[in-house]
């Protein structure tokens, strides 16, 4: 059983479009996040989401639009893609355990804008 | 300044060899620290937490210290298998993890 699963793996659109990942996991853990890696492997924090509030909204354009219908899903809506937005978008949840919190990692999203 | 600084690498070690990466932190307020392993084109998995009284799994050694604000990963007896990117992670508080870039690890034969 997939712990954190997103969908698609894979996502290859135009500029200008549209376009949905989504996120479930099955930990039974209040918060999750969406995070991007760049070209440069740098992975950044986007948006933090703890049972179904946002809590982290890092400076992100506002084309992209997080929702959460339940403390197992956060999906990600990104409008009018461009260039720019391709990159591998990984979705995590995590719970606080012992004081600490340790995160899980979805396979990753690879989008591709052309 | 970075909130989470590391030597991106790439750190080529024999096998066998020990190798260490260190991290450097800006907010003096972080709360918990992990180190997490992302293999290529994989997504990044838990490695270890760290501990201030630094802690040891295997082959694997984890140091704190917070008056410098820096944190410590040592691998003793490099495999082939520990090839991977080591990026260090700092809990600024709620729930906010944040990565540093990563420190490249090449083990060859």
Not at chain 1, 4 to 33: A, F, R, W
Request: charged share 20%; with cysteine; aromatic share 12%.
């Amino acid at each position: 059983d997939t712990a954190v699963s997103q969908t698609p793996k894979y996502l290859v659109t135009q500029m200008g479009n549209d376009k949905s990942i989504k996120c479930e996991q099955n930990l039974g853990h209040d918060t999750m996040y969406w995070y991007k890696q760049d070209s440069k492997k740098f992975l950044k924090i986007m948006f933090s989401y703890n049972n179904k509030e946002l809590i982290i909204n890092e400076t992100v354009p506002n084309r992209f639009s997080p929702k959460s219908p339940d403390k197992a899903h956060l999906n990600l809506h990104i409008n009018s893609l461009e260039l720019g937005d391709s990159a591998v978008y990984f979705c995590a949840s995590s719970q606080v355990a012992g004081g600490r919190t340790e995160a899980f990692f979805g396979q990753g999203t690879r989008l591709t804008v052309v | 300044r970075k909130e989470v600084e590391q030597d991106p690498g790439p750190f080529n070690v024999p096998e066998g060899a020990t190798v260490a990466f260190n991290c450097t932190y800006s907010n003096s307020a972080s709360q918990s620290f992990f180190w997490y392993r992302q293999d290529c084109r994989k997504e990044p998995k838990l490695l270890m937490s760290v501990y201030s009284s630094g802690n040891e799994d295997g082959r694997f050694t984890a140091q704190l210290n917070r008056a410098s604000q820096y944190i410590s990963l040592l691998i003793r007896d490099s495999k082939l298998s520990d090839s991977a990117t080591y990026l260090c992670v700092v809990n600024e508080g709620t729930d906010k993890l944040i990565f540093g870039t990563g420190t490249r690890l090449q083990v060859f034969p």
